[in-house]
């Protein structure tokens, strides 16, 4: 993720250009209607242009680079400038055959850092960690949709988990399916085959009306016009119930302007969807109080 603006483009003019960053370059485009931002990539450079009332406040946003690897040298390479060292243009490349280590930087264990990414909804960490699961299984994972593809067939082996369609691992996709009836079958299986363990990776959610005590650890998923909220209910009485809430406003999707950050109505909507949620889930824990 590159977060051009900041410091760099305070101050100046609507459409007036920040300086770049390597293979990146961010221009604030003018006021008024048309997408939040804009991406092309034209001669390995990676051109955007972001609305100027996406960047009100500290006056930067972060934006899904689609060259990392190569955001990455070139970030590294003026961290390096600055200390008085001179390397070459980055370029993307295989790594070489042999080498001498001199640093090296290890990774959260895989638990704390699939919380973390379960609390801000990393969908790059749910992609790489995703792959990496199909291969250390030896499966494909020479690509998203042929690691999704063979994920989705251990899911199909799931028992009470049929029903789901992977295009990728962070389902940020229009391309993937799954029901209500296959995420509860999912998450009662996980907790069967391993008590506990998927619970301690969720965030409790306040249930606001809830009466009698229990708990409930979720994830939650918003899109415009677009609500899901899956976890688990810890119930006063000791049971724990898997659930899962799915809304959606079809027509309201069909119709609003893609480009639109916050479409008309949205927020109205999900504060709904959120209302709706807290109902059932209050409803749920009274129900299994005892």
């Not at 490349?93 to 001498?100: D, I, K, L, S």
């Not at 950050?261 to 129900?287: D, K, T, V, Y």
Request: net charge positive; no cysteine.
């Amino acid at each position: 993720m590159g977060r051009p603006g900041g410091g760099e483009d305070r101050g100046r003019g609507a459409g007036a250009a920040p300086q770049p960053a390597g293979g990146l370059r961010a221009r604030r485009g003018r006021s008024g209607g048309g997408p939040v931002f804009t991406h092309q990539l034209r001669g390995g450079v990676e051109y955007w242009r972001i609305a100027a009332a996406a960047l009100r406040g500290r006056g930067g946003r972060w934006l899904p680079v689609r060259r990392p690897a190569v955001y990455a040298a070139e970030v590294f390479a003026r961290l390096a400038g600055a200390a008085g060292i001179a390397l070459p243009p980055a370029e993307a490349g295989p790594a070489p055959g042999a080498g001498r280590e001199i640093a090296r930087i290890e990774s959260a264990p895989l638990g704390p850092m699939l919380r973390q990414m379960l609390r801000h909804s990393t969908n790059l960490t749910a992609e790489v960690v995703g792959l990496a699961a199909s291969r250390a299984r030896g499966l494909p994972a020479d690509g998203l949709a042929p690691s999704a593809a063979a994920m989705g067939e251990w899911l199909r082996g799931i028992p009470g988990a049929g029903g789901m369609s992977l295009a990728n691992h962070s389902g940020l996709s229009g391309d993937s399916r799954a029901t209500p009836r296959a995420l509860v079958g999912l998450l009662a299986a996980e907790e069967r085959r391993a008590p506990g363990r998927l619970r301690a990776l969720l965030h409790p959610v306040e249930v606001p009306g809830a009466a009698g005590g229990g708990r409930v650890l979720a994830k939650s998923g918003t899109l415009a016009f677009v609500r899901g909220l899956a976890g688990y209910l810890e119930a006063p009485g000791g049971r724990i119930l898997a659930f899962a809430i799915l809304a959606e406003d079809d027509a309201a999707r069909r119709s609003y302007d893609p480009r639109a950050e916050h479409p008309r109505g949205s927020r109205a909507w999900i504060g709904r969807a959120r209302r709706q949620e807290s109902a059932l889930l209050a409803a749920w824990l009274a129900r299994h109080a005892g």
